[in-house]
């Protein structure tokens, strides 16, 4: 009798192993594909600016927005030349007081709205936000600022060589940047995010210090 239990401890021990061990099988293959795909982070920065639409250009008129860079201020998007061109605008990466910025130009009677969306793989994995900084919280630096898991800061717009209309009027600027969210090994990487969402008097001219928000999406695991 002894020795019939025995012989069914066994039985049954060797069912539960041979279960267990087709289990990790059927997981070890649903898995293997997850665990070598590889998604490449992804920069993309949608810019809109609204309001501009019907205003008179005295000669030149120019716009200028931040540009995403990590926290040395280098340039993460829009390394070339010639980059963004919405109808009626040139655009080019420009100089400033403050740092680059990205640069909208026209010589059309009527200014337009401008709209670009704009996407671009990225081969590394590091904060970024909209460039440049003016201030921080508490006058962190930009470093540890962008370390945080977000804030508010300010950055800068500008603004010139429109006719000054004769009922003033705002122009919106609505930038989103989002960079990161690259995943290898099922580690997902972090997503960062910075925006402007800032009206600005249609007789401004200049730069304008504006709030922008960041944020970091924090990775992890991906299963």
Same mark, same amino acid.
């Given at each position: 009798?002894?020795?019939?239990?025995?012989?069914?401890?066994? =039985?049954?021990?060797?069912?539960?192993?041979?279960?267990?061990?087709?289990?990790?099988?059927?997981?070890?293959?649903?898995?293997?594909?997850?665990?070598?795909?590889?998604?490449?982070?992804? /920069?993309?920065?949608?810019?809109?600016?609204?309001?501009?639409?019907?205003?008179?250009?005295?000669?030149?008129?120019?716009?200028? #927005?931040?540009?995403?860079?990590?926290?040395?201020?280098?340039?993460?998007?829009?390394?070339?030349?010639?980059?963004?061109?919405?109808?009626?605008?040139?655009?080019?990466?420009?100089?400033?007081? @403050?740092?680059?910025?990205?640069?909208?130009?026209? =010589? !059309?009677?009527?200014?337009?709205?401008?709209?670009?969306?704009?996407? !671009?793989?990225?081969?590394?994995?590091?904060?970024?936000?909209?460039?440049?900084?003016?201030?921080?919280? /508490?006058?962190?630096?930009?470093?540890?600022?962008?370390?945080?898991?977000?804030?508010? @800061?300010?950055?800068?717009?500008?603004?010139?060589?429109?006719?000054?209309?004769?009922?003033?009027?705002?122009?919106?600027?609505?930038? !989103? @940047?989002?960079?990161?969210?690259?995943?290898?090994?099922?580690?997902?990487?972090?997503?960062?995010?910075?925006?402007?969402?800032?009206? #600005?008097?249609?007789?401004?001219?200049?730069?304008?210090?504006?709030?922008?928000? @960041?944020?970091?999406?924090?990775?992890?695991?991906?299963?």
């Amino acid at each position: 009798m002894d020795e019939k239990h025995v012989n069914t401890g066994k =039985t049954i021990l060797l069912v539960l192993g041979a279960v267990c061990f087709l289990a990790v099988v059927v997981f070890l293959l649903l898995l293997a594909p997850a665990f070598v795909e590889t998604t490449m982070p992804n /920069d993309s920065y949608l810019i809109r600016i609204t309001g501009l639409s019907g205003l008179a250009v005295n000669g030149t008129a120019t716009v200028m #927005v931040p540009v995403p860079a990590n926290a040395e201020g280098e340039l993460v998007m829009f390394e070339s030349s010639s980059v963004l061109q919405p109808a009626g605008w040139r655009t080019a990466i420009r100089e400033t007081p @403050y740092g680059k910025m990205l640069a909208f130009t026209t =010589t !059309e009677d009527y200014a337009q709205d401008i709209f670009r969306p704009t996407g !671009e793989f990225e081969t590394k994995e590091e904060p970024r936000l909209l460039v440049p900084v003016l201030a921080t919280p /508490d006058n962190v630096s930009v470093a540890g600022f962008t370390r945080g898991s977000g804030g508010t @800061y300010t950055t800068v717009v500008f603004l010139d060589g429109f006719v000054p209309p004769e009922n003033a009027t705002s122009i919106s600027f609505d930038l !989103e @940047y989002q960079g990161g969210g690259g995943m290898k090994y099922l580690i997902e990487e972090n997503i960062w995010t910075a925006t402007v969402n800032a009206a #600005v008097p249609s007789t401004e001219s200049g730069f304008v210090p504006v709030p922008a928000g @960041y944020h970091v999406g924090a990775g992890g695991l991906y299963l």
